[in-house]
């Protein structure tokens, strides 16, 4: 008999899932890198100091935890571990240390309002941009084909929540009259491609060309094949140009754009020269832009106003930045892994010749390549010749920036088509290279690079479903000096999938927001610190578009109670971390939220944490009806509500009366009077105040 072999999608009309959608997404909104003993923070009011750690003091009898933060000079600042959340990380995208600033000086005073006219003039060039955008005439893509349909199930994979997102924010935009300008950012092999390739499909499918455009000659190959694969079954001529190809090659490529017999090309900054010309130009897409000179972005600029473009960057766009950005630069990200990814094992350690031979042999054997990585061009061929001497069967190659471009080329695409084993290198391979089969990486003096270096080099490993190895090492008996130290052990601590969103990505964060900014606010950003930066842009954004909002009324409560997380109860690392939870409750359902977890995972709460988180619950509760004060005088308790607060005055002065409390008025602004029981509060007195509150609204 015969035998048909039918797929799951010919049977059920779809693709069949394992029911895996992708990891857990990389960033979670408004998380923040523990603070830690050492590390430089940044006080909205009182500018940078250097967190000294949490310190127990008992005033009058009530005891609290204060997180302590020196300025300069010996002035020291106690912040209520409750209101932990008012420091920020200083962060700046440089290893150079920031100067203190000085208590009660007009030092930081003076620096803010510097930023803030920087960032002012920044919010109205984005906006000025934004209303010429909208007002521009481009090209509306039809909706999908059934084409378009067959194209996407091709696809292998399962998407991730995140690029269906994505994929549905580029089509909404090709097929508006505007021209589509988006931004499309994700970590290393989250599924960028496939967004381009989806809306490269629906431009072909309008019968409009599409130019691809990359920083270098490898990317360019690198895409022309996936391209060229996933195209193969339609009838659509993908090229390629770069400076590499012969003059009659780059002639017939060339001809064939002006003609239009070519509806994709992939190419460098060829593209970009004056004898390009295209028969009905529809999309650019462009691969990490930042990489490009001034007068390629200058001719970027013009080709905006044009056609469609989509700009895919690997290089993180901060989750601050995204949100203050909403609206002017229109961007998609993808945070969430690919379900098969594993995280890359990481090693710092002594260099060690039996090591390096053990760990290149093993990859060799899997059928795998190996990075070598030594930042230095002068003796790495020396190097190259040591590790020909130590694994003597392996293929071993060396390249550096300084070779001519030619000669440079050929060798990484000899490396890509697995002509070598092993390629010894300097950084030149951090930017780019996606090669699934080198999951092993060795870096030669680790402690030289910095933080985004080696962070970048760790990423052009482990990009596919195969276990891979990183190997940081530093000379042995070598002393390494502070900074150095803190940079491998960050690289070594955020070993995991993601760990972007925590410090090792912090300063390439900062390099992402200045691929958006211009590197001229960079003086800026390092003078305030960044968070405080993208709050101050997103709040000049607001009040330039008439629609700024009124800003929410932090409640400050300053009860004689004893609140703090006791010794014992989580390691005293976590401490900090607990009250940045709390402190980061913004409404009574995010506190009851975070005593939840809490109580999961470590028992319940003893009496001072209760309190704790009693005092966090009445807060969350004050904010929502815009009370300015919750504090204690003698025998009553004073609530003060914000000047022209809209609670009806009948409604206060029902409920005040229920409560046996007194109400007062002066002109716009009410302040309640309740009874107080007790010297200090309990668990119990803080519950009848939020009673007081809820019952309010």
């Known amino acids: 008999g015969r035998l048909v072999l039918l797929t799951a999608a010919e049977v059920l009309g779809r693709r069949w899932s394992l029911g895996l959608k992708g990891g857990a997404p990389t960033q979670e909104v408004g998380v923040q890198p523990a603070l830690r003993p050492g590390e430089y923070v940044v006080h909205p009011d009182h500018g940078i100091g250097l967190y000294k750690g949490l310190t127990m003091l008992t005033v009058e009898g009530v005891t609290r935890e204060y997180a302590v933060v020196q300025y300069a000079g010996e002035d020291r600042l106690y912040v209520p571990a409750d209101q932990v959340g008012i420091l920020q990380p200083y962060l700046s995208g440089e290893e150079t240390t920031p100067r203190l600033s000085h208590l009660g000086s007009r030092q930081w005073k003076r620096a803010k309002s510097r930023a803030l006219e920087a960032v002012r003039e920044v919010a109205v060039d984005l906006l000025e941009l934004y ?88 990317l360019a190959q690198q895409h022309y094949r996936t391209f060229k694969e996933r195209f193969a079954p339609y009838p659509v001529t993908v090229a390629w140009l770069c400076r590499f190809k012969s003059p009659a090659e780059q002639r017939a490529v060339i001809r064939g754009l002006k003609n239009g017999t070519i509806d994709i090309v992939i190419g460098t900054h060829r593209l970009l020269q004056d004898d390009v010309s295209f028969a009905d130009l529809g999309l650019v897409i462009i691969d990490e832009e930042q990489r490009f000179g001034v007068v390629q972005k200058e001719k970027l600029k013009l080709l905006r106003r044009e056609v469609d473009v989509l700009t895919m960057t690997a290089t993180p766009i901060p989750r601050t930045l995204y949100m203050s950005l909403t609206g002017i630069r229109d961007t998609s990200l993808l945070l969430t892994p690919p379900p098969d990814r594993l995280p890359v094992e990481t090693y710092v350690m002594e260099e060690n010749p039996v090591l390096i031979r053990e760990a290149i042999r093993r990859e060799l054997a899997r059928g795998g390549q190996v990075y070598f990585v030594y930042n230095r061009v002068v003796g790495l061929g020396e190097v190259a ?22 000669k440079l080329e050929r060798v990484m695409l000899d490396f890509i088509d ?23 990486l060795i870096v030669k003096d680790a402690d030289q690079l910095g933080l985004a270096q080696l962070y970048q080099l760790k990423g052009r490993v482990g990009r596919t ?159 929502r009806l815009r009370v300015r004060q919750v504090t204690r005088q003698g025998e009553l308790y004073r609530i003060v509500f914000a000047p022209g607060q809209t609670l009806k005055a009948e409604r206060l002065g029902m409920v005040a009366q229920k409560c046996n409390a007194r109400l007062c008025r002066q002109k716009d602004q009410f302040t309640v009077l309740l009874p107080a029981t007790g010297r200090h509060e309990s668990s119990g007195s803080l519950k009848k105040l939020t009673e007081f509150l809820v019952e309010l609204g």
Not at 191 to 214: I, N, S
Not at 550 to 578: C, D, M, N, R, W
Not at 596 to 623: Q, T
């Open 385 to 406: 010749d040591r590790v020909r001497a130590l694994v003597p069967e392996a293929r071993v190659v060396s390249a550096h920036g300084q070779m001519p471009d030619e």
């Open 465 to 623: 479903d195969r276990l891979a190895y990183a190997y940081f090492l530093y000379q042995r008996d070598k002393l390494i000096n502070e900074g150095a130290k803190r940079r491998l052990q960050a690289i070594r601590d955020f070993a995991d999938l993601g760990a972007g969103f925590k410090i090792a990505k912090r300063d390439l964060e900062i390099r992402g927001a200045g691929n958006i900014l211009g590197v001229e606010q960079h003086g800026h950003i390092q003078a305030v610190g960044f968070e405080l930066y993208c709050r101050m842009l997103k709040e000049a954004i607001e009040e330039l578009k008439g629609k700024k909002e009124e800003a929410p009324v932090e409640t400050v409560v300053e009860l004689p109670v004893s609140a703090f997380v006791p010794e014992g109860y989580v390691p005293e690392h976590q401490k900090i971390e607990v009250y940045r939870a709390i402190a980061d409750a913004a409404t009574p359902a995010e506190v009851l939220a975070v005593a939840a977890a809490l109580r999961d995972r470590y028992g319940p709460p003893p009496s001072p944490l209760e309190n704790l988180l009693a005092v966090a619950l009445l807060r969350a509760h004050g904010r």
């Open 131 to 218: 209303a010429a955008r909208e007002t521009a005439q481009g090209y509306a893509f039809s909706p999908d084909t059934p084409w378009q349909r067959e194209f996407e199930d091709a696809f292998p994979y399962e998407e991730t929540p995140d690029q269906l997102r994505a994929i549905a924010e580029v089509k909404a935009d090709m097929e508006k009259p505007r021209p589509m300008d988006r931004l499309l950012c994700g970590d290393v092999g989250y599924g960028k491609t496939e967004v381009a390739l989806r809306a490269a499909f629906k431009a072909v499918m309008d019968h409009k060309q599409v130019a691809v455009l990359v920083p270098t000659t490898i």
């Open 418 to 440: 697995r002509k070598y084993d092993v390629l010894v290198a300097t950084t030149i391979i951090e930017n780019g290279l996606d090669i699934g089969n080198v999951n092993t």
